[in-house]
């Protein structure tokens, strides 16, 4: 039998949103016991990687009411208007307690956080660590967490699965894969925090542990995920690789340039007005694409493709060594240029999930004991898109909620049957063991997954068709026959990173499927979903959130309405 | 050269760990080669030190027994091994104190007070100024030009 | 391409289950020009070898994932261009730690050594969350924000002769870490870290090979940390001698 392990929270995923929540469940009650599980040291966890800045209200010429608006706008009036308002609320306690954690932010000449202009923002609202904010927030909230000993980690264990009995969910399977043996790590509530499933797409500023393993754990139990069609392209991604550089580049005053060394964005006409580079991200990579499409991209013979140009060079080294070291680094190492004297070749490239496991305010799941928060959850938020800073704050404010509520709950939640959740944590490890160095077919983990991208990125790009679309979806049920047919050689138990990448290739298919099925159901133009066959928005009949179900025939598609408030939906011009 | 090994619990957790490990390899090329040469030659520079100061205690005591003893201990420090033994210790003790040098602004915090910590080159500078005037007072001295 | 060039990897492999001791393996692989290391072992591990087992995550220099020994020098693998090197490259796992399974290492040890410097916030009084924010000066940001750029990738245990000989020594990671604490404004735990500084392994251990600072690929220069702790252990013993002297 399994080894197993009882908490009275178990949280899945150690970045920004699993840390909050972990702090936040034994700051709500110190006797509680949290498992803090995750696949990777809490520190290799992909907020690492955020470069721009978190946001919150925090200067004079700012209010609530201005950041609440300028989100419901930037989510094209898709964003539940309850929750952003909680968010914007809620945004300066949390940034105030991640400084008070030790977060080294940058700071104005009185001592006081300093804050910068960021996409879509009014004003100046985004607190910054110069362009490390996640680097700094991951490493500040784990060492926090390190503070309190009933915060357990389980380093290194990937969760396969959640362990659900009679509609309640109370733990989960994971692999150990140091020892390759199964635990079950049961508790009497379960947060997803495991961020997005940038993986899914071939050119992302994501890391490679980006699998969107808990919007497939929730999705499997037949969980809803919501508005999955919703993904956001950074406009500013290193060709190739796809390394982020961040849009601070462009809140500092850089500017982007085409092949002919024209600042498109304030020539032509892109729908973001004077905001000009500091317009939503949406509108910025669709304009890229477009200048692409004109012949004004700049291309290099045989590389990856056409790209435009971000030039900083007019800041100064000054500027940019101060606000910008580590995009000097990046561009250094990955590009081979430098911004004090070259400008960076950039193209939009997969960033960020707006859908994700369907909660409500609480960060409360379809299924009685399951949370969720951060990239992993979609709380209506960011609606159809995000704007940039907003998601690292998302982490901590619906983090907290989710574990304040989850430790809550779990105190009146009857005892399940133990027995059978860990006979279900059997069933599962039985399965990887099976999986072991399985024959099958000629199928291999890479093929399956770069045809998975290829599909992707064809289907589901920054601008869309309901050909396509389709396509992908019938593409994608294909390619679950040659999932099926891959053959696996690693027979060993130890550290054995090719089950991880099998398992991880099908969170990958489910997530996938889900962003095809939804996408191909919204015939309209909303935010990040630009369908060319349908320009515009249509509030009659699309001002909804989408839900994709996973059930025994396949998938269901349904929807659920948008909870506005004081703002109406009117056109979404800067 | 027998093989060198780190101790084998030098990183290892305190409770064991659930899966058999190999031994850890002690970092690359030590000690002989790479960058570790210069911090075992800088290590070893205090033996030099050590073998010079007892030299310099032995003329302070043939000093104290009288000039004839002084004289003859001065004379015996004019063997050829004694003078490879001196020009090796004076080349080492001095690459010694820059390499000191050059490691030394780092160790200072990055302000005193309300000054902030010079630039390095000001403080290795420094240093190299008052080893160049250490060098002249004390070769004067020996010159018999001053006191 | 036409010039595609190849090159051979050498990599350690070693699995509990089957091998004794680690044994090398070596792939001959096409590499493209602008490759880092770790994209050779993802190649191997896509097309050539599937039971290659190595850690890595961000590929942007900044998880702290994929440090492995490279050609016998600590370096983090995404970042290193694999056009440095000639014709044959050895990846070997990092020294001083106990290898799980071929370029994985056993990160654990380094954790607990990472808890022992109490690397938190520790507050004078508890404030509450209405309180806001902190003020801090940029002077007073920069005498700690070195020490907090830290990415945890080890390459520095790696490195150190000091890590090799005394087990319980902190290591560099570690202890500029704690100075970073003991450094920042908001904190006032550095009694109890100078505690833990000047005990066994702590940072009068450290013989300044320097060694950290040349392999550390964020110029967090934990050897200049470690110095400057040592001098702030020395003025407080010096300052609590001369208090407690007046006392009497």
Known sequence: MVDVVRHDVVIVGGGGAGLRAAIAVVEADPTASVALVSKVYPMRSHTVSAEGGAAAVARADDSLEMHGYDTVKGSDFLGDQDVIQYFVEEAPKELSQLERWGCPFSRNEDGTVSTRAFGGMTTKRTWYATDKIGFHMLHALFQTSMKYDNIVRLDEHFVTKLLVEDGQCGGVAALDVRTGEMKAILGRSVILCTGGGGKVWPFTTNGNIKTGDGMALAYREGVPLKDMEFVQYHPTGLPGTGILITEATRGEGGYLINSEGERFLTTRDYGVGTKAELGPRDMISRAIMLEVRAGRGIKVPGKVGEYAHLDLRHLGEEIIDSRLPFVRELSRTYANVDPVHEPIPIRPVLHYMMGGVDVDIDGKANLDGLYAAGETACVSLNGANRLGSNSLTECLVFGARAGQHAIAQSKDTSEIAESKLVAQADAEGGRIADLRGKKAGSETISGVRETLNDIMEEGTGVYRDQTRMAKAVTDLAALRARYDAISLSDTSKVFNTEILAMMELRNLLDVAETVATGAVNRKESRGAHACEDFPDRDDENYLHHSLVYREESGTRFDTKPVTLGKWEPVLRSY | MSELRPRLDAMRPSKPGSTRTADPRPPDQFPGKGNYFGYIAFGLGSSVMLLVSMNLLRSIWALMEGEAAFRALMDSFGHPLYVLFHTIAFAWLVWVALRFFSLFPKTQPFRMGPFQRPADGVLVGGLYAIFAGATVVVSAILAGAIF | ?248
């Open chain 3, 1 to 248: 391409m036409a010039n595609q060039q190849t090159k051979t990897i050498v990599v350690t492999r070693f699995d509990p289950d089957v091998d004794e001791v680690p044994k090398t393996q070596e792939y001959e692989i096409p590499v493209e020009a602008d490759w880092k290391v770790l994209d050779a072992l993802n190649y191997i591990k896509d097309h050539v070898d599937p039971t290659l087992s190595h850690r890595w995550s961000c590929r942007m220099a900044v998880c702290g994932s994929c440090g492995m020994n490279v050609n016998g020098v600590p370096k983090l693998t995404c970042k290193q261009a694999l056009s440095d090197y000639g014709d044959r490259v050895e990846v070997q796992p990092l020294a001083n730690f106990p290898v799980v399974r071929d370029l994985v290492v056993e990160v654990d040890g380094f954790m607990e050594k990472f808890k022992k410097v109490k690397p938190w916030i520790i507050e004078a009084k508890e404030a509450a969350v209405t309180e806001g924010t902190n003020r801090q000066s940029h002077a007073e940001l920069m005498d700690f924000k070195q020490f907090s750029m830290c990415i945890n990738c080890m390459l520095c245990y790696s490195a150190c002769p000091v890590v090799s000989n005394e087990p319980d020594f902190l290591g560099p990671a570690a202890i500029a870490l704690g100075h970073r604490y003991n450094q920042d404004t908001r904190d006032h735990g550095s009694a109890e870290r100078n505690e833990i500084f000047r005990d066994d392994g702590g940072v009068f251990s450290c013989s300044y090979a320097n060694e950290c600072a040349e392999v550390c690929p964020k110029s967090v220069d934990p050897s200049g940390g470690i110095q400057q702790a040592k001098l702030n252990n020395v003025l407080d013993w010096a300052q609590g001698f001369v208090v407690r002297r007046g006392e009497n």
